[in-house]
């Protein structure tokens, strides 16, 4: 590359600027081994450079770009597993997977440009996080090049060594993914003038198991869209319950995920993402409604996206609302910015992993913690091997201290499963309460609108919460794979390679499904000013 390509890499999503060097594109792990080995310099892996904190932000680096490592290398539909490269997009994956009747399920609104190294490597909670969970969920086995140069794999005990860790410790080269039967899809819009009237029908809803997104939008950000000036909560299902369907649905998500874009256009190119209990979010919505601070949130997991303009000083009080309540961060990570939110006893597990996996520090200096191993960046002297010798001796044998027995990984995750499991018993009990005193009396006005929002197929509210992200059941799966062994070799083949074409009765299928909703439309013209059925028709009393 020549310097001004370089210039491109000086920078990510976060608009930190560093120094990258060199910029390498390698197609095999092979590749990426030989990089690491070629010098004691600090390598920043980098996917699509989209990233918020500056995790991806050179420092004097050598920048490697995996963009051109995006195959599928095996694919098994008898045990729902596919094996990919580190390059390879959430959207092309989808594509191909889609094309024969799968999908991975976790899904981002920037899925066009959001790399699967990059995910694990934030262990990133997609859109529909409330039902899938989070990347490390649907991932059995990464390959990685340590800090050493040698090729590694881990097996799903031990991912935290990798997932949430920003490639401090590795660069992922390939990973083993768990998919699922893909299934169509729906939705339903909710809309109110009372903050507290979504959040009770939210707080229902979170409970039914084919609800898989609840996004809201408080009324500045639902004008900007094109929504009615209110609050507008979009309800995805995972079956066909909600009244919004076929190419109407895709418009909707479509549109939905434009709200990036149009932030960023009025100039919003600084976001946050707090997560917080559900009973928390009510006060900080209502604190950024006072101080006119644009946001959107998943109720579902309690994700707040939460966006400023540049030099804004409202940011500030923002930030120490959020610190008060000494919330967790969502997707976005730690990188360059946030790395003070990382507490003691993190940085200390964090720097464990990082020193086994990467004595060195060669990988992604700087970001989410400071290790002192001396890195020398390109145009200083290497250190001889001697030197490197001598180092690696002091610290090749580190082990665990006392009372630390297990990996750091398992540390990591004992603690934050009993804190978890502490704070969410008090806040569940809490919920409870709080429901049975203070909403038993709307029971039914909510569930009135609930039966608006999600049709008359089932009006009852599951009791069954407890499904693990990734394995629930579909109830309208698309048959994907057939039995004769003859018509999945042809389906491997055309998955592999991407010789694949569209379902030739897509197009009658949605013709019926809107004949159907336009006469379910008919039925319910009573509803029509509660619940919006698709984007092009608004309400003519709304306001």
């Known amino acids: 590359m020549n310097k001004r390509e370089i210039v491109c890499y000086n920078f990510d999503g976060s608009g930190i600027e560093g120094k990258a060097e060199k910029v390498f594109f390698p197609k095999t792990p092979e590749d990426v081994q030989s990089i690491i080995r070629s010098g004691n310099f600090d390598v920043v892996p980098r996917g699509s450079g989209t990233g918020l904190m500056g995790g991806a932000v050179p420092k004097k680096s050598i920048v490697v770009d995996l963009s051109k490592m995006d195959k599928i290398t095996e694919f ?13 997009s959430v959207k092309e994956l989808n594509e191909k997977l889609n094309a024969v009747g799968f999908e991975f399920p976790i899904y981002y609104s920037n899925l066009d440009i959001s790399k699967i190294g990059s995910i694990i490597a934030l262990n990133s909670p997609g859109n529909r996080s409330l039902r899938y969970g989070t990347a490390k969920d649907w991932t059995d086995e990464i390959e990685f090049v340590n800090g050493r140069g040698e090729l590694m794999k881990n097996s799903k005990s031990d991912l935290m060594d990798f997932c949430g860790m920003e490639g401090i410790t590795g660069i992922i080269t390939k990973a083993k993914l768990r998919i699922k039967p893909l299934t169509k899809r729906s939705a339903s819009v909710f809309q109110s003038e009372e903050l507290e009237e979504v959040l009770s029908v939210a707080r229902r809803l979170k409970l039914e198991k084919e609800v898989i997104l609840l996004q ?26 909600g009244k919004i369907r076929n190419q109407d649905y895709e418009n909707l998500i479509d549109l939905k995920d434009r709200v990036f874009y149009y932030l960023y256009k009025d100039g919003y190119y600084d976001s946050e993402d707090p997560k917080l209990y559900f009973d928390r979010l009510r006060d900080l919505f209502s604190f950024l409604e006072l101080n006119k601070v644009p946001y959107f949130s998943y109720l579902g997991s309690g994700n707040v996206h939460v966006f400023f303009k540049e030099n804004d000083y409202k940011k500030q009080d923002v930030i120490k609302n959020i610190e008060k309540t000494r919330v967790k961060f969502a997707s976005y990570g730690f990188g360059l910015k946030r790395k003070n939110f990382i507490d003691d006893f993190e940085k200390k597990v964090i720097l464990r992993v990082k020193k086994r996996h990467d004595p060195f520090g060669k990988i992604n200096k700087g970001k989410m913690i400071d290790f002192d191993s001396r890195v020398v960046e390109p145009g200083d002297d290497v250190p001889d091997s001697r030197t490197r010798e001598r180092f690696f001796d002091k610290i090749k044998d580190i082990k665990p201290g006392n009372g630390e027995e297990k990996t750091a990984s398992f540390v990591s995750e004992d603690l934050k499963k009993q804190e978890s499991q502490a704070e969410l018993s008090k806040e569940e009990v809490k919920d409870v309460e709080d429901f049975n005193k203070n909403i038993m009396s709307k029971k039914a006005r909510i569930n009135e609108l609930i039966r608006n929002v999600v049709g008359e197929q089932k009006s009852g509210v599951s009791d069954n919460i407890s499904e693990i992200p990734g394995k629930q059941s579909v109830r309208h799966p698309v048959k994907a794979v057939s039995e004769s062994d003859s018509k999945e070799k042809s389906l491997i083949d055309s998955i592999m390679t991407n010789k694949y074409a569209k379902k030739s009765d897509d197009k009658k299928e949605v013709k019926e499904g809107d004949n159907k909703e336009k006469k379910q439309d008919s039925d319910e013209s009573d509803i029509i000013k509660r619940i919006m059925t698709n984007k092009y028709r608004r309400d003519e009393n709304a306001s």
């Open 76 to 88: 098994d539909p008898k045990k729902n597993t596919v094996r990919v490269e580190a390059g390879i």
């Open 216 to 241: 809201l939008f408080p009324p500045e950000v639902s004008k900007l869209l094109g929504f009615p000036e209110k609050y507008n909560l979009i309800i995805e299902f995972d079956s066909e319950r």
